[in-house]
């Protein structure tokens, strides 16, 4: 028998052409700061159709800046989905501000509008008023941006949309189709350029804006809060004279990476196309076996980009969660021996202890529980063949 080739849950796709781009660049005059971030950035506007791109050093970064940008301060609190990566809220504590935690959507993972609308209720009681929003398009499937722009536009609160997962991906609201991170439902939406994700940076990540405010905040908020723009200068010393503003960073993220990210930005249509392939073929492979798995509901009218596919095993008549998870860890196992390399996405936040212990994990979330205890990432990646995806399919029918 031949020797089994491992399959990952994700991996990236590196040609000759990214390998060459990134060696032009390193022979280029600027290894940061030069050109190539600009360059990178327009084509992140292109993709998503948002009129400004800020691309920073990691996707958690662009959550950080992001909440700076919206205001948030020490004292603040924000809201963000408890089924997530925990940069999404930990990004709210670096501000100083206190996230909190919404339930989810037991069969699609994203945030529960009703138990957001429970928590924003419960802290305007306590007189406290949510300054952020953050959904996150769990898996690559967007997540009711609309409702949740409008809920949020009554009460003030900035929405940052955290399209880590859903670069490509698109959503139709009233007739007509948007794109994930385009910013007309979200005030800011933040991109990660990890090696799982769609494009890879290696590390990496960009806020994306229509708003020119926000734009200009996070540009200083990059590198340490210093600008040079004579326009908002309190004085002028002379032509190499710069203020620092606002207390900043260095998030900057070097030209080497750009060249790297701008060369995969070219593939971004190629690699979605597979990923939807690749959804599909399971999709109709799991077809009929709902007793077994069940794959990720999609919400109508969104076209995932598929970062993951996630099925779910469903508790049976009268099962406990345990039960379940039971169910999903034995399933990890069985096609961990066959080589298929399976993950979770995601814990809880509010199971991490870290948040346990600064009182961050309060309420109940018998959505995310549920979604987390049957939960199950399956191989998700361009380079996959036809072959591997029967592969997995079928250890997992024979093993769920
Ligand atoms: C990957 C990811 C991030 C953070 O990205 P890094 O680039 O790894 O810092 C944030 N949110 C979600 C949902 C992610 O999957």
């Known amino acids: 028998m031949t020797e089994l080739a491992p399959l990952p849950y994700g991996r990236q796709s590196i040609d000759d052409d990214d390998v060459a781009a990134v060696v032009a660049a390193l022979k280029g005059d600027f290894l940061t700061q030069g050109a190539g ?20 050093s990691s996707g958690t970064a662009a959550l950080h800046l992001a909440y700076l940008a919206a205001g948030m301060r020490p004292g603040d609190v924000g809201l963000t989905s408890d089924v997530t990566f925990v940069a999404s809220a930990n990004g709210m504590r670096y501000a100083g501000a206190e996230p909190v935690l919404v339930d989810v959507e037991p069969d699609t993972g994203l945030i529960a509008l009703d138990a957001l609308e429970r928590r924003f209720e419960a802290l305007g009681e306590a007189g406290r008023r949510p300054k952020v929003i953050t959904p996150v398009d769990l898996t690559g499937a967007v997540a ?45 939406a933040c991109l990660s350029f990890h090696p799982v994700k769609h494009v890879t940076t290696a590390e990496g990540g ?10 200009e905040e996070l540009l200083d908020l990059r590198t340490h809060g210093i600008t040079k723009d004579p326009a908002r200068l ?9 203020e620092q503003r606002i207390l900043g960073f260095n998030y900057r993220i070097p ?9 995969q930005m070219a593939k971004l249509e190629r690699f979605v196309a597979r990923r939807r392939a690749i959804a599909k073929r399971y999709d109709t492979l799991f077809e009929g ?36 998870a039971e169910r999903r860890k034995a399933l990890y196992l069985a096609l961990r021996e066959v080589k298929i390399f399976t993950q979770v996405h995601y814990i809880p936040v509010h199971r991490q202890p870290d948040f346990v212990r600064a009182g961050l994990a309060g309420g109940e979330f018998p959505g995310s529980d549920t979604y987390y205890a049957g939960c199950l990432s399956i191989p998700m990646f361009p380079s996959m063949t036809d072959a591997d995806v029967e592969r997995v399919a079928a250890a997992v029918l024979a093993n769920a």
């Open 144 to 188: 009711d941006l609309p409702s949740i722009h409008a809920f949020a536009k009554k009460s003030g609160a900035v929405v940052v949309e955290d399209a880590a997962h859903s670069l490509g991906a698109e959503y139709t609201h009233g007739g007509q189709v948007y794109r994930a991170a385009s910013c007309v439902h979200a005030d800011m």
């Open 206 to 215: 960009a806020i994306m804006t229509s708003d020119q405010g926000l734009y």
């Open 255 to 263: 030209d080497l990476n750009c060249a790297l990210g701008t060369s």
């Open 234 to 242: 309190e004085a002028n010393d002379g032509p190499w004279y710069y």
């Open 289 to 324: 076996e709902s007793a077994r798995v069940t794959p990720l509901r999609i919400r109508d009218g969104v076209k995932s980009s598929y970062h993951l596919y996630v099925i779910r095993l469903v508790p049976r008549q009268g099962e406990s969660l345990a039960s379940v």
């Open 37 to 56: 971030v600009a360059k990178f950035e327009e084509a992140l506007c292109r993709a998503t159709n948002a009129k400004y791109a800020v691309a920073v």
